[in-house]
């Protein structure tokens, strides 16, 4: 974790230090993430401890409750989707803004997979809202000063249009990316 990361953020996802403790914390978020997102939010805490190769004791000094669960495996989302902006910061202008847009992607679809257990009154969830917008509306206004976003939308539309896009149900993979593809061409202007 950099230093742009908020702390609020970094207290929820606080690794341990050793190397083997870390891994089992990393294998806990992986698989927790995953099952909420394929089975809900009521996973049995035995099935992600089993699922992350683990006991339940593993999982219980790491995460003393399900809601600390919950939250860290949010606020790891959004980690790594400040991570993913600067890992692709040094892209031309709209393939930067646009592979980070399907990181987003991910992001939401963990979000909306527990959604309902995460407090938006929280420090935590606000920090985490400011250090997406920190991350990629940077992005969006670099594409939009290059000539290759038009300057009529915000980032904010942006976000609300792709996370609209997200969650209508759709028939597979193939016909959600399609969906996002129309939507992002409606967003470039310097079509390549």
Known sequence: MD???PS????????????????NFDKLLAAARTAF??????TPLEDIARSAGV??????????????????????EVEELCHAAQDV????????FSTWLDRFV??????????????????MFRDARKAMYEAGEPL???AQEAGEARRDASFDDV?????????????????????LGFALDGIRTGKN
């Open 89 to 96: 910061a040094d892209l031309p202008p709209w393939e930067a």
């Open 37 to 42: 997102a394929e089975q809900g939010t009521g």
């Open 140 to 142: 969006f206004a670099r």
């Open 159 to 179: 976000l609300r249009m792709i996370t609209g896009i997200i969650a209508t149900g759709y028939v597979s993979d193939e016909q959600r990316g399609r969906v």
């Open 55 to 76: 006991g339940i004791g593993t999982l219980y000094r790491n995460f003393p409750t399900r809601q600390a669960l919950f939250d860290a495996v949010y606020a790891g």
């Open 3 to 5: 230093d742009r990361t």
């Open 8 to 23: 609020a953020l970094s207290a929820v996802v606080r690794r341990p230090h050793r190397a083997d403790a870390r891994r």
């Open 106 to 123: 991910s992001y939401v679809g963990t979000k909306r997979a527990i959604s309902e257990e995460l407090n938006r009154d929280s420090a």
